[in-house]
């Protein structure tokens, strides 16, 4: 008996089934049946689709991709620098730059690149271009046809941007304008696989040789920028034990000096008058309290100006960006094509939504 119910219930399974198939098939000949009766629509907007792709070719400016990729140095202490360090430190001489703490380290050279102060100052870089020195910035606005539109108002008719120049207030409220639409159009930095440290950096403009120097101009200026923060430290380390040498090499010629004043004085002083010796014995201390300074000073500086020649740049460029620049052009006929298709798909799902909400609301 058991058998029996278990055969008739799948029966009633399989019988489900079978009619659930048979409605798909006849509901995708409902569907078919009722698009071919409304092709003219569907051809309609295909056309049009055709129209608005071919004017979307034409309209659209082409742009130049330049595209870079680096990876950074993040150098951590160690070897036989780390030994000099920890010799160094004993005469408290800080030779700086052999922490591996870094703010140049990970995500954050990412937002870095991205900074106002950096993007500003790479705009404000004066760049040999077909021939003339220009400013970035003044080839931005040219291409973008910002004069133009400036022109029309009395106060940017004239204007005229300035490198190393604060505080004005026309320039910084200008240069805020172009550094969002920068941000938001032009400039793309990310990382390809986030698995690795690979970094790439992207800028797309309708200038070729823009798109190309401003990618070349960040990444140097990032670099430099680096190069500065990180060496400070040990140069002003070697900056101040090169006065302490001079200063103890002066004290120390002094002192052999004296030495030598004393004993002309007394050429043949006699054993058994020991005052007229202390002159002589005085300076002679000086001297070697003075040679010992001199020559670990001499060390420390040696030391300093060693880190100061290890230091070496964030950034290790790995792929530059190479004349003629990738293009971002969509042609005529793959406007046309892809105009004409994603109209046609979008024509298709509409009269299907429109069908089906219809023969759900004549069921009900």
């Known amino acids: 008996m058991i058998e029996q119910e278990q055969s008739k219930k799948q029966t009633v399974v399989n019988t489900d089934d079978e009619i659930s198939l048979k409605e798909l098939f006849l509901k995708l000949g409902e569907w078919k049946h009722y698009l071919f009766s409304r092709w003219k629509t569907i051809v309609i907007a295909c056309c049009i689709g055709a129209v608005l ?7 659209k400016k082409t742009t130049y991709e330049a595209s870079l990729t680096f990876v950074l140095d993040e150098q951590k202490s160690g070897g036989s620098l780390g030994s000099y360090a920890g010799i160094a430190s004993q005469f408290g001489i800080n030779l700086g730059g052999i922490s591996g703490q870094d703010l140049f380290t990970g995500d954050n050279i990412m937002e870095f690149l991205k900074s106002r102060k950096i993007i500003q100052g790479t705009l404000l870089t004066p760049v040999q271009l077909e021939g003339k020195t220009e400013l970035l910035v003044d080839r931005y606005v040219r291409f973008n046809e910002l004069d133009k539109k400036w022109s029309k108002k ?4 004239h204007f005229k941007f300035i490198p190393d120049t604060t505080d004005v207030f026309l320039q910084d ?3 805020a304008g172009i550094y969002k639409k920068i941000l938001k159009d032009n400039l793309t930095i990310e990382k390809p696989d986030k698995k690795l440290d690979i970094i790439a950096l992207t800028v797309e403009s309708e200038d070729e040789l823009f798109s190309k120097a401003f990618a070349e101009q960040l990444i140097k200026n990032v670099s430099d920028f680096y190069v500065q923060t990180r060496t400070k430290k040990s140069e002003d380390n070697v900056r101040v034990l090169t006065k302490q040498v001079d200063s103890v090499r ?6 052999i000096g004296g030495v030598a004043a004393a004993t002309e004085a007394n050429p043949n002083a006699n054993k058994a008058f020991q005052s007229l010796r202390v002159p002589s014995q005085k300076r002679t201390i000086d ?3 003075n040679t010992a300074i001199f020559s670990e000073l001499v060390k420390q500086k040696e030391l300093a100006k060693m880190n100061l020649r290890n230091d070496k740049p964030l950034i290790q460029v790995l792929d530059r960006p190479i004349l003629p620049l990738e293009k971002d052009k969509v042609g005529k006929m793959k406007g046309i094509i892809l105009g004409g298709f994603i109209a046609g798909f979008l024509a298709v799902l ?3 939504g429109k069908h089906f909400v219809r023969s ?3 069921d009900e």
């Open 154 to 157: 009395p106060q940017l008719k």
């Open 250 to 255: 002066r004290e120390l010629d002094a002192a």
């Open 287 to 289: 001297v070697q309290a």
């Open 173 to 175: 409220s200008l240069m």
């Open 53 to 59: 792709g071919l004017a979307y070719s034409i309209l």
């Open 350 to 352: 509409f009269l299907l």
């Open 360 to 362: 759900i609301i004549e």
